[in-house]
């Protein structure tokens, strides 16, 4: 036997930098690096001379000057003399606020389509997926402007709904789809309506206690209490006694017809209807195919081994399929939302005004401060994004599956 | 057997009943409606529904797309000829055909440039996606940029023919240095590329004759379909290399470059595309030298490109974490080095993996061209709703225009992710 001793320490040469892979990734770091610093000053550089040649300056000075222009569709007080930052936080909560709705509507077609689409029934199979490939095959900017166009050309004007002969008329009694945007009654809060609303949020609670309650029940004796209805009670009754106890406080306004528009009620703007729907459409044609994928992903035998311990159709969906199937489902679906908070950037293209639509649209435009403008754009987007994914990194790890 | 009770029995049947026909209802189509549509009372209720919602859009739709009207000049003729029946106006398609596909700036009489270039590109396509096709037809994939840059644009045939002597040189000499190692053959690649192409820029304006054989067409008359055409295919083609360079930099050893590769990756992902082509618009001209004049649609190029580039590498990001680990410990005990380990063992394998997500990130690409239209590019979606829309003859034809901006988009992107279903059937060598 010969044993193998380490080869003897060379001394280091100018050519190891080269050949030998202890030092190469050296060289290599060290000339990306000079690579990096050459390019950022020569585009810094660029910049400067661009900025000094045009008389500009970079500087946020222009968020604290007025604005000078209006928003139709504001959930907070704002006007033309505000400064551009307050309609920057306009925009951005415009933006939370679509995101939002799209999230909801689109999970909730999403799911529904994604189920029918495994669905026994042949027609509904077929028709679920036609809904997906059409939505998914066609860019969510046509539609946008598809729904936009049904909002503005479509709809009637508010004075089709005008005197005996009226062409057009309230939904209900309460809704009107005006091209002008939707109204839709608004509570009014009258005395006494935070205890009724109070007691909602206890009742809401409520229910979860319960339900808590009964499982252990379950698993401590056994004993199953029904779930369903008590829990409608609980979170019903206690609301609609106190509701009438206190004579009614939470009244609705209802939109009327005033002059040449409505007056009253919430107006529910063409743009953000056009964006909302779209997206949720849209992102709902995802979503129907993660949803699906989802539940294929668990396996058959799962489902037959839940079934052969005796348990009902709508126990093994909910305590076997479903758990399984949310662990593949959830990561795509949070990055679908992601998607949809970044596609609501589309809204310039219908006038919604959400954070692109004013800051790094008319406030662009107005003070020309295009670089500070971007730059805040990105950083707002950037921020949500970064943000998302950390929870979804959390959620990720604490879902993983346990292994050796 | 029958024998033996002959007696004991009073009635014994010595031949088989011939099998009687099965039931009506269990054969047969109606056996299928029965299954399929009426299996039980919500699924009847479903197919109901289904049934009345196909009403309600075809009874919508059908009376006016068959009373469509293809050979009127304006929307006040159409108007006059349906006398207030419901019907389409696709005389509009007609009547705009040409600034649809081509914008309204394209030379009229150069059409056929275009429509070569996208002929020529279904040919060069086919040998990278079908691999039957012999091997060679890749020489013309090769060249095809080239072919393709000269028709659409013209003017001096120079450009594109040094342009593709760069690409040749640098090919040369990799192939020259491959040998040595793989980065000097590379490096000395690009390098040789560029310097070729530096000299070429001062050639070049010598060369240039004062009436090329094809006649030069600025960028900005690009528009309507093939501009997104274009815009997808560009950046597609580009950004996969670019992708798969930013992949295996971050999952690179070097700390330095990994950091590089991770933060461009995650601030790219991260920021809307919008944004993206507002920097190309507005801001990206800030950063150039303050004499060179690159058309926005370079610019536009140069941003969408970095921005799918972020996407693919992510993709083939998963395509590489998804190969077992002994693949990696495999190519190092044959004794490969890095770039071999790569090319020949992982990432055919990683790419492999990654042609469902490639595809996604390719249509998805293709749709969000239309974006351009946002920051006043006249692309298909720009088109429509700029000149034709605005226009006193067809201001209000929205249905028509916008139908077939989405048959158009629903062609491509379906045909894509269906070749893509093809594909990943073709290439699953693995037995499950």
Known sequence: MTTISDPQQESFRLSMLLNDTRYRSLTFQAIALLVLIVSFAYLGNNLISNLRAAGLNISFEFLGSPAGYDINQTLIDYNSQSTNARAAMVGIINTLLVAFLAC??????????????????????????????????????????????????????????????????????????????????????????????????????????????????????????????????????????????????IGLDYPELKGFNFAGGIKIGGPLIALWFALSIYTGAFIAENVRAGIQSVSKGQTEAASALGLRPGRVMNLVVLPQALRVIIPPLISQYLNITKNSSLAIAVGYADITATLGGITLNQTGRAIECVLLLMLFYLTISLSISAIMNVYNNSMKLKER | MSDTHEHSVAFVRTQA??????????????????????????????????????????????????????????????????????????????????????????????????????????????????????????????????????????????????????????????????????????????????????????????????????????????????????????????????????????????????????????????????????????????????????????????????????????????????????????????????????????????????IPGIVNVAVGLFKDTTLVSVISMFDLVGMIRGPILASTEWNGVYWELFMFAALLFFIVCYGISQYSQWLERRLATDHR
């Open chain 2, 17 to 354: 009943v011939p099998a009687a026909p099965p039931p009506f209802q269990a054969t047969g189509p109606v056996k299928w409606v029965r299954e399929n549509l009426f299996a039980n009372i919500p699924n009847a209720i479903l197919t109901l529904l289904s049934f009345y919602a196909i009403y309600v859009v075809l009874s919508a739709t059908l009376p006016w797309m068959l009373n469509g009207i293809w050979n009127t000049q304006s929307l006040a003729e159409c108007r006059e000829i349906l006398q207030g029946a419901t019907g389409a106006c696709f005389s509009v398609l007609v009547e705009r055909w040409n600034q649809l596909l081509f914008g309204f700036t394209y030379p009229a009489e150069i059409y056929w440039r275009p429509t070569l270039a996208f002929v020529l590109l279904f040919l060069a396509a086919a040998p990278v996606l079908f691999f039957d096709l012999p091997r060679k037809l890749l020489v013309f994939t090769a060249l095809y940029p080239f072919i393709a840059y000269y028709l659409i644009w013209g003017g001096t045939v120079w450009t594109p023919v040094f342009a593709l002597l760069g690409v040749v040189g640098g090919f040369l000499v990799y192939v020259r240095f491959v040998r040595n190692s793989f980065a000097a053959g590379f490096f000395g690649g690009i390098a040789a590329a560029f310097v070729i192409w530096w000299i070429a820029g001062f050639i070049v304006p010598m060369l240039a004759w004062e009436n090329p054989v094809l006649a030069a067409v600025p960028s900005r008359d690009m528009g309507g379909f093939m501009l997104n055409m274009m815009l997808g295919v560009v950046c597609v083609s580009l950004s996969l290399p670019i992708g798969i360079a930013l992949a295996l930099g971050r999952q690179s050893s070097m700390p330095l470059i990994k950091i590089i590769c991770v933060v461009f990756i995650e601030f790219v992902r991260g920021v809307p595309l919008i944004t993206l082509l507002f920097v190309a618009s507005v801001v990206l001209a800030y950063f150039f030298p303050p004499d060179a004049t690159i058309d926005l649609i370079l610019r536009v190029i140069i941003m969408i490109t970095m921005f799918s580039s972020a996407y693919i590498a992510e993709v083939i990001r998963g395509g590489l974490a998804a190969l077992p680990k002994g693949q990696y410990e495999a190519a190092d005990s044959l004794g490969l080095d890095y770039p071999q380990a790569m090319r020949l063992i992982i990432l055919p394998q990683a790419l492999k993996i990654s």
């Open chain 1, 104 to 249: 909801v509507t689109a999970t909730v077609l999403g799911v529904l389509a994604g189920v029918l689409r495994l669905s026994n029934n042949w027609l509904v199979r077929k028709l679920m997926s036609f809904y997906v490939e059409i939505f998914r095959n066609i860019p969510v900017l046509i539609w946008i402007i598809i729904i936009f166009t049904i909002m503005t050309a479509v709809l009637p004007g508010p004075r089709d709904f005008r005197g005996d002969d009226a062409t057009a008329s309230m939904v209900l009694g309460s809704f009107a789809f005006t091209n002008r945007g939707i109204y839709v009654p608004a509570p009014i809060w009258g005395a006494g309506s935070g205890i009724v609303v109070a007691i909602f949020v206890a009742s809401i609670a409520g229910v979860f206690a319960y339900r808590r309650y009964a499982t252990k029940l379950l698993y401590d004796t056994g004993r199953l209490l029904p779930m369903f209805w008590p829990s409608v009670a609980i979170l019903l009754l206690p609301t609609i006694v106190a509701f009438y106890l206190l004579g009614r406080p």
